[in-house]
């Protein structure tokens, strides 16, 4: 580590997380989509001289997100693509801890999420929605409901099979 380095600080909201970075085709309409659908709240944007969004940031619960449009990014680098540019399919699950999943679930239904898996008390103790996003992106939203041993959890899971 240099001595610049030594010395700039890490800014809170990035010092305990690895932050996921999605590409979409459309990041104004997705931002919005997150708007609405999970209460999200856009923290900042950059425009591309060229149209469309260079990079954003949302925070969604107490986690943030960054996220831009693909194409942008792609004329750049060449390596950055949206789920619907790979068939639909993605290899990355978004993960969110919410005080009321059922409440975050019927809002995103509303606002045009695909339901997977609707709210369900789960073997590891937290009540868990899946679904996705119209970029394409897997969401899973939880509400903590209890601590679970390692113990317990290999109990529950091996007992549902």
């Given at each position: 580590?240099?001595?610049?380095?030594?010395?700039?600080?890490?800014?809170?909201?990035?010092?305990?997380?690895?932050?996921?970075?999605?590409?979409?085709?459309?990041?104004?309409?997705?931002?919005?989509?997150?708007?609405?659908?999970?209460?999200?709240?856009?923290?900042?944007?950059?425009?591309?001289?060229?149209?469309?969004?260079?990079?954003?940031?949302?925070?969604?619960?107490?986690?943030?997100?960054?996220?831009?449009?693909?194409?942008?990014?792609?004329?750049?680098?060449?390596?950055?693509?949206?789920?619907?540019?790979?068939?639909?399919?993605?290899?990355?699950?978004?993960?969110?801890?919410?005080?009321?999943?059922?409440?975050?679930?019927?809002?995103?239904?509303?606002?045009?999420?695909?339901?997977?898996?609707?709210p369900t008390d789960m073997f590891h103790g937290d009540r868990t929605a899946i679904l996705r996003d119209p970029s394409g992106h897997m969401w899973v939203f939880l509400t903590h409901g209890e601590d679970v041993s390692d113990e317990e959890l290999r109990h529950r899971l091996?007992?549902?099979?």
């Amino acid at each position: 580590m240099t001595e610049r380095t030594a010395q700039i600080e890490i800014p809170a909201r990035y010092r305990y997380a690895v932050i996921p970075h999605i590409m979409v085709e459309d990041a104004a309409a997705a931002i919005a989509f997150y708007e609405r659908a999970f209460g999200a709240r856009e923290d900042f944007r950059i425009d591309a001289p060229g149209g469309g969004i260079l990079h954003a940031e949302i925070t969604v619960g107490r986690s943030v997100l960054m996220l831009g449009d693909a194409g942008v990014n792609e004329a750049e680098t060449g390596s950055f693509a949206a789920p619907t540019s790979l068939g639909g399919g993605t290899s990355v699950t978004l993960h969110v801890f919410v005080p009321d999943v059922d409440g975050l679930a019927e809002r995103a239904r509303a606002a045009g999420a695909e339901i997977l898996q609707p709210p369900t008390d789960m073997f590891h103790g937290d009540r868990t929605a899946i679904l996705r996003d119209p970029s394409g992106h897997m969401w899973v939203f939880l509400t903590h409901g209890e601590d679970v041993s390692d113990e317990e959890l290999r109990h529950r899971l091996a007992a549902a099979g």
